[in-house]
């Protein structure tokens, strides 16, 4: 089967560093992306990760273990804006009939100043 | 600019009734996919499509209907068989549907139904 787990909230304040965690079970991986998603507005995409180790992009990276089944998302310099819904998503094999991504319940995050 | 439109953004249906959400891309992607989310949950796949003509049932296809006719244009249809329609859909798009690519899913604007 597949399970994507996530915490459900977490809080932090302006100029800190968050870390969001992500544990997976699937059957077919193909990668992991992580969505930023403001309430009420659509997912934007952030980061991907397909090979173990770790992903920059400014002040957003991402990590993946494939053998742990395993992700984060690291938020540097944190600013009100980031507060946010984060959503790990795996892109799953589907019967051979394609791919699709499987998303877990999304971890929301509040900054305050 | 290429992007994928969904309309209308607030839609309510009354008992009964079928209602059709539609979802156009201009990014020539091969893939398109409808998503449901529900207050404080993920998304969850209803039907997805790898190329024209040809469509899956993702977790939670029952009481749901698609097309995929053209390559730009994927509609949703909620039917009356659908007893908890109220809910967030979310239409996207990726270039491919095989999972060889590193390039995301991007997602249209949602359309927000309601249970008159």
Known sequence: GQNIDQPTEMTATEGAIVQINCTYQTS?????????????????????NVLDGLEEKGRFSSFLSRSKGYSYLLLKELQMKDSASYLC???????QAGTALIFGKGTTLSVSS | DGGITQSPKYLFRKEG???????????????????????????????YSQIVNDFQKGDIAEGYSVSREKKES???????????P????????????????????HFGDGTRLSIL
Request: proline share 4%; net charge negative; aromatic share 14%.
């Open chain 1, 89 to 95: 998503a795996v892109r799953d094999l589907l019967n």
């Open chain 2, 74 to 84: 994927f509609p949703l249809t909620v039917t009356s068989a659908q007893k908890n």
């Open chain 1, 28 to 48: 077919g991986f193909n990668g992991l992306f992580w969505y930023q998603q403001h309430a009420g507005e659509a997912p934007t995409f952030l980061s991907y």
């Open chain 2, 17 to 47: 009734q079928n209602v059709t959400l539609s979802c156009e891309q201009n990014l020539n992607h091969d893939a398109m996919y409808w998503y449901r989310q529900d207050p404080g949950q993920g998304l969850r796949l209803i039907y």
């Open chain 2, 86 to 105: 109220t809910a967030f859909y979310l239409c996207a798009s990726s270039i491919d549907g095989r999972g060889v690519s590193d390039q995301p899913q």
